[in-house]
C-alpha cells in the first residue's frame, strides 16, 4: 500500500482510474476508505482519477493526536495537501456522513481547489448530536481511565486500527494516558460545539459561504435525516438535491454497505453533475 508523507503524518492512500478530472471519495465515520471504494471504481469508470486515503488516527494511516482544531478540519487540510501533492487540484470532493462534514471543510477552506462538493449523507439533528460523541470520544475516554493506553488498545476500534497497521500498537502505548484523555476531552468539546447545528460542524454563515457547485445525496436513518440534507440543500447557495429510492429507516445508522445497489445511480449523479460543472467553468 503506498503511503504520502502529508504535513509531518505518513497517509495510507489509493488512486482509482488512470485519466480524466480528479475527485476525492471519503467514508463516514472513522472507517477506512475501503468502505467507498467500490463506489469509487464505478466514478473511475465514467472517466475520473479519484483519490481514496486513510484520514490520519483512521486505518493505516499514523496515529497523530491534536485537539487544536476538530478533527474534520485537520483532515481537509491534510487532503488539501495529499491532493497537490499528485497536482490534482482543484478537486470534487465527497463523502458520506463525517467524510461529507470534512468534505464542506475543504470548500470553506480551500475554495479555489475546489472544483465541486459531492455530498452525501449529511449529519445532524438531536439524536446525531447525542450519538456521535460517546462514538467518537466518550468510549475511548472511559478505556484510558480505567484500563491506561492498554485499554483503548483492546477496543474495537483500535483494535481494528492495529489490524490495518500493527506499528499503531506501540505508537498508542507510548501515548501517557493522562494527555490522551486531555486530547479526547478537547476534541470532544470542539466536536459538541457544532454538533447543534442544523448542520453538525457548519454554521449557516459558514455554509451560505461556500462557493462551489455543491449536489447533496441524503441519507435514510436517525443519524443522517433527511432534514440535515434539506438544511445543507437550502443554505449551501445552488445546492443540487438527489433524492434515492431509499425508505427512511428508524434506527441509529444505515451500513453504508447496504446503499450498494445504489452505487450506480449514485456515479451516475455525480457524472452528470460533474460534467455540467465541468463544461460551466
Known amino acids: 500500500m503506498p503511503f504520502a508523507t502529508v504535513r509531518g503524518v505518513q497517509i495510507n492512500y489509493k488512486i482509482v482510474g488512470g485519466d480524466g478530472p480528479w475527485v476525492a471519495i471519503n467514508p463516514g465515520g472513522r472507517r477506512e476508505y475501503k468502505e467507498v471504494e467500490d463506489l469509487a471504481e464505478r466514478i473511475a469508470a465514467k472517466g475520473y482519477r479519484v483519490m481514496l486515503h486513510d484520514r490520519r488516527n483512521v486505518g493505516a494511516s499514523d496515529i497523530s493526536l491534536s485537539s487544536e482544531e476538530t478533527e474534520e478540519a485537520v483532515w481537509a487540510d491534510d487532503l488539501h495537501e495529499l491532493l497537490a ?10 463523502g458520506s456522513s463525517s467524510g461529507a462534514r470534512m468534505s464542506m471543510l475543504f470548500g470553506l477552506r480551500h475554495p479555489t481547489s475546489t472544483r465541486g462538493l459531492l455530498l452525501m449523507r449529511v449529519t445532524g439533528g438531536a439524536f446525531a448530536a447525542g450519538r456521535l460523541p460517546e462514538n467518537y470520544y466518550d468510549q475511548f475516554i472511559r478505556a484510558a481511565k480505567a484500563g491506561g493506553m492498554a485499554a483503548v ?3 474495537e476500534a483500535y483494535g481494528d486500527r492495529i489490524k490495518a497497521n500493527p506499528k499503531h500498537r506501540d505508537t498508542l502505548m507510548a501515548i501517557d494516558p493522562a494527555e490522551f484523555i486531555e486530547t479526547l476531552q478537547k476534541l470532544r468539546a470542539l466536536f459538541v460545539a457544532g454538533a447543534n447545528l442544523n448542520v453538525m460542524g457548519m454554521t449557516d454563515a459558514e455554509l451560505d459561504s461556500i462557493t462551489a457547485p455543491t449536489i447533496v445525496i441524503p441519507g435514510n436513518d436517525n443519524t443522517h435525516a433527511s432534514e440535515s440534507a434539506g438544511n445543507a440543500h437550502r443554505l449551501i447557495p445552488g445546492a443540487e438535491l438527489h433524492n434515492l429510492p431509499l425508505e427512511f429507516q428508524d434506527v441509529d445508522v444505515v451500513s453504508f454497505d447496504d446503499w450498494e445497489p445504489y452505487y450506480s445511480e449514485i456515479a451516475e449523479t455525480f457524472d452528470g453533475f460533474m460534467q455540467k460543472t465541468v463544461a460551466a467553468e
Open 85 to 94: 501533492q499528485h497536482d490534482a487540484l482543484p478537486a470534487f470532493v465527497g
Open 153 to 155: 488498545c483492546e477496543t
